[in-house]
């Protein structure tokens, strides 16, 4: 099936470091959904966007809707252990069936 | 705290022996989704219901089944687990908010293994 490009695809940076990660797709999306998943457990919901151009911030997390509807990025700022995960990034378009990026693993060296 | 329930959080079944997986939701969603997310991948959708319309997706296993007798319950049945079916699955909701703008909300997951 259809998916996101997401990238990078792993990521291993200092405590303390920015961090970016960004989706494209080919087709143009109405939403974009910015989730983290933990070792066994559910997607939790960090950022949704809703609007082309919209930029949204959730405390050191800040994500953009691009202005083509065609990608969107997620920015951690001042990145801490708590923030090891893997972050997919999503998009939908007029049906209600989400399509997913593979996901960035994300990994904070104390 | 409105949420999304999975129970239970790990089910051990046998080969061929039939399983349900159980959610539920506190947030009076009209969408109700499952998932399959295997290791290192992204989730795959199953089915959903739109109410109680069901709608399933074209490469999801006959083997897989689904049933919401409410709003606030849905099961998955397994019929016939099969070693590639071990895997987490995952339940989500949504409600509309029109134009395709839409928030999917998961639940913690309940991991399979079959023997």
């Known amino acids: 099936g259809q998916q996101l490009n997401q990238s990078p695809q792993s990521m291993f940076i200092q405590e303390g470091e920015d961090v970016s990660m960004n989706c494209t797709s080919s087709?143009?999306?109405?939403?974009w959904l910015w989730y983290k998943q933990e070792p066994g457990e559910g997607p939790v919901l960090l950022i949704a966007l809703y609007k082309a151009g919209e930029l949204t911030s959730n405390g050191r997390l800040t994500a953009q809707f691009g202005i083509t509807r065609k990608d969107s990025f997620l920015n951690i700022s001042a990145s801490i252990p708590s923030d090891v995960g893997i972050y997919f990034c999503a998009g939908r378009g007029n049906n209600r069936k989400l399509i997913w990026g593979l996901g960035t693993s994300l990994a904070v060296n104390p | 705290d409105a949420m999304v329930i999975q129970n239970p959080r790990y089910q051990v079944t046998q080969f061929g022996k039939p399983v349900t997986l159980s959610c539920s939701q506190t947030l009076n969603h009209n969408v109700m989704y499952w998932y399959q997310q295997k290791s290192s991948q992204a989730p795959k959708l199953l089915f959903h219901y739109y109410d109680k319309d069901f709608n399933n997706e074209a490469d999801t296993p006959d083997n897989f089944q689904s049933r919401r007798p409410n709003t606030s319950f849905c099961f998955l049945d397994i019929r016939s687990p099969g070693l590639g079916d071990a895997a987490m699955y995952l339940c989500a909701t949504s409600t509309e908010r029109g134009a395709g703008k839409e928030t999917q909300y998961f639940g913690p997951g309940t991991r399979l293994l079959v023997l």
């Open positions: 087709s143009i999306f109405n939403t």
